[in-house]
């Protein structure tokens, strides 16, 4: 027998539960289903725990830099079992907790694969649910590469269960995962080489930034690969062999363990859309603005599986999901605000962005000045022993708003989102220059980045 909701949502990370929470709370049914622990991937195979270790790393990194300035004892070293301990202490109890949390709101919880019987009914382990609306919001899952021993590839989410880190360990891919996960692992003693197929890592951040960190990067005895496509990755009597084609040669590299890191897609491949009538594209369902799918307006779409809205992130996957509840229950009337979100990579020093890069302000035909300094020598940089820093702002000429911001940097963490406020609200460069901040903080050089 089929069990009848107002609304089925397709995952349980952040924008699911933003949709099922603000549904549940307008008084209409919701169930949710999810194939993995309750939480979603942040919480359980992303954010959270990554900065976890990105903590312990940050720490070890910083005591070694202060050696010889004012730190004589020796420098601090990563127990990876005991920080693996410590992460599990905030992801072992999250898919019980987020579990109780959906029963303690009356919102009905199915385990499993799920996939689509009709426009709004689905399927899981053998279980009928029919909703009056659904709310894809499954995540994303790694892309496939298609090349000779993928199979052989460990996942970033088997990464952060290492009970022990291997002692080589490659990543393929040049983005986020790549280089904070090498950040981590080459602090916490292993040998680690990055190879990207591209002529540049991290393509979506600005390009004389992500130099200095590939610089840092490398002086911590990572070995970066530019221009190295992996085409096959074989198993050895002592570990694995990775096959890149660099320049029309081909490279052998040998390693323990080969971390997938180049990209991810949204996990929508087995729902069965095409029995909804749900159309999509490679990069997820299609929706328009008011994040409904454009062929059956029973279903919204939110988080990784929207095939538009910048960048996979977690505050943007909560705010598609109270935007598409919002909508389904009152009719579309919200639309996302994509303007002034930034974007870290959590490494050591960190790297941010908001707003545009030269790139795009260039190809938006828009008129501007670039202020761009290196602050390795500057009083915050010197302070934390940071050799590689800088930033990059953008700010348009004839109307001083801020196009865009980019921080490499002790708290470019923080310091992005006093940007990303200012081009998300419209307080022009001449404003926040002229801001008086505490001192000496990160915050206090906003003001002579523009």
Known sequence: MATTVDVIVIGTGSAAQS????????????????????????????CDPKKVLVGVSELADWSQRMQGKGVSA??????????????????????????????????????????????????????????????????????????????LLTSSTAFLELDRLPSRVLFVGGGYIAFEFAHVAARAGAEVR?????????????????????????ELGVEV???????????????????????????????????????R??????????????????????????????SNPAVYAAGDAVDSGGFPLTPVAAMQGAIAASNLLKGNHGTPNYAGIPSVVFTTPPLARVGLTEEAAHAEGLRFATNYGDTSDWYISRRVGLRYTGFKTLVEKGTGWILGAHVLGQHA?????????????????????????????SASDLGSML
């Open 19 to 46: 949709v099922a929470y603000k549904v549940r709370e307008a008084g209409q049914s919701v169930a949710v289903i999810d194939s993995r622990p309750f939480g979603g991937t942040c919480q359980l195979r992303g």
């Open 225 to 263: 690969g530019l221009n190295a496509e992996v085409v096959a990755i074989e198993r050895q009597a002592d570990g694995l062999l990775v096959r890149a084609r660099t320049s029309g040669q081909e490279q052998s590299f040998e390693a323990d363990m080969v971390v997938h890191a180049a990209g």
């Open 74 to 151: 020796p420098a601090l070293s990563i127990d990876w079992p005991d920080l693996i301990r410590f992460k599990r202490t905030f992801t072992d109890p999250a898919p019980h907790e987020n579990e109780q949390a959906f029963a303690q709101a009356g919102i009905l919880t199915r385990h499993g694969r799920v996939h689509f019987v009709d426009r709004t009914t689905v399927e899981v382990e053998g279980e009928t649910t029919v909703g009056r609306h659904v709310v894809i919001a499954g995540g994303a899952r790694r892309a496939t590469l298609g090349i000779p021993g993928e199979d």
């Open 265 to 294: 897609v949204p996990e929508i491949d087995d729902l069965d859309l095409e029995a909804a009538g749900v159309a999509r594209t490679p990069a997820g369902v299609s929706v328009n603005d008011y994040l409904q799918s454009v």
């Open 194 to 218: 990055v190879l990207h197929r591209g002529t540049r890592p991290l393509q979506k951040f600005d390009p004389d930034l992500v130099a200095m960190l590939v610089e840092t990067t490398k």
């Open 413 to 441: 963490e923080e310091v992005i989102n006093l940007f990303g406020l200012a081009i998300r609200t419209g307080i022009r460069a001449s404003d926040l220059k002229h801001a008086v901040f505490s001192y000496p903080t």
